[in-house]
């Protein structure tokens, strides 16, 4: 049975994204990223796993080692289709931010 995993559903789980930020900057094997969590390196595993089917993650077999690294194809995807949120939440903030500070010197005349 082949499982399609959702991209949000995945980056939804803190331990994912801490793994992300993990091998944003460099390739790293399960066992060098398991180091960096208290938890079973089979739950790590899993979590890769996890990444991996979403595409946020590739593997690269290295001699007996697998290194996993970021996609950053996948990420732009995933950065794209959130940019118009966080635009629109720019501006609902920088709205209220200029209603509050009309307020503040309403308040202060």
């Known amino acids: 049975m082949n499982l399609r995993r959702d991209v949000f559903q995945a980056i939804a ?3 994912r994204r801490a793994i992300l930020l ?25 979590h ?3 990444l991996t089917e979403c595409e946020l993650l590739k593997q690269e077999q290295n ?13 732009i995807e995933v950065a794209d289709f ?4 966080r635009k629109m939440w720019d501006d609902r903030f920088n709205k209220l931010e200029s209603i509050m500070k ?6 202060l005349e």
């Open 22 to 46: 993990l091998v944003a900057s460099q390739s790293m094997t399960a066992g060098a990223i398991a180091s960096n969590f208290d938890t079973a390196r089979p739950t790590v595993s899993k």
């Open 48 to 50: 890769l796993q996890i």
């Open 82 to 85: 959130i940019e118009p949120f």
């Open 13 to 15: 789980d803190p331990t």
């Open 63 to 75: 001699g007996r080692e697998i290194h996993y690294y970021i996609n950053a194809k996948k990420m």
């Open 102 to 107: 009309n307020y503040q010197s309403k308040e």
